[in-house]
């Protein structure tokens, strides 16, 4: 809500200062870019590679936008180039254009080598990324080594209107079917990762478990943060969930079956639950955490897991 409100703020007061559209659109972004980041942050944490994946699936989305912005500046220009450069017309030159194209394909590839087998989008995201690449890397060849003829007509590339093989599309319509064919099976190949994704920490916790019923427990967790201090369980407050530590530290006190008590700490990657002697012939009588913590709790027990 903080920044919705601060992002709101902007607006207005980029409208009342007459700021260029690129200004208004900065500062409408800036307010979530911290929001982004830490939660970015959180699920490389916990998620592991679905964290870098979800980052890229984002940005090509918003590289997406700044290309279907430019063909409406086209629209409301009546075709003139000169003033249709997207939103941030200053990163619209061949040099970003080639880097963040060999970005996208590099990332694309990193995941296929990651988790190919089981997501048969990311081909497809790959080979579309791919024919991209080629079209930049004749671009990026001809503005280095060949700027006159770039700058007389070479900037249509391989495929653009005038171009070394040529179609009926001018560049900027032609890259932007580029972006639409990456950028869709990318987004699919993204949201059918997410029907596999499970917490490292729960992972880390119960080694045993199969990856269905690792993705299964991940589905129904908790999260719960807790200051120093701060008692989690106690003689008098019984739980039936498990508990799974994902950051910092949490002091455990244990009884026997004989009555005899003793304190153990738990870090990332272990668990405590509050039930009946078990197995280890003890169990938990309270449990609170020696510093700021996070904690993950499920119930296992509840679908036989």
Known sequence: MLAVSISSAFVLGGVIERLPLWGIALAVLLPWLPIWWFDAAWQTRHYGLYGFFAALTVFQLGHMTEHAAELVQLFRNHGDLAESHGVFG??????VHFYWNIGVWLGIAFLLYRLGSKNPWLWVALVAASLHMVEHFYLYWLYVVHQDFWSAGGWAGIMGKGGLLGSPLDRPYLHFVYNYFEV????????????????RYLARAFPTLSEEDLVAATARLQRMTVLPGAVIISQV???DSTYVVSKGEVALIREDENGRRWTSMLGPGQSFESMAIGRARSRVISAAATQASE???VSLKASGT
């Open 90 to 95: 200053l990163l619209d030159n061949e040099v």
């Open 184 to 199: 869709v099976p990318l987004v699919i190949a993204f949201w059918d990762q997410g029907w596999r994704v499970y917490d």
């Open 237 to 239: 407050q019984r739980s």
């Open 295 to 297: 904690l993950l709790t």
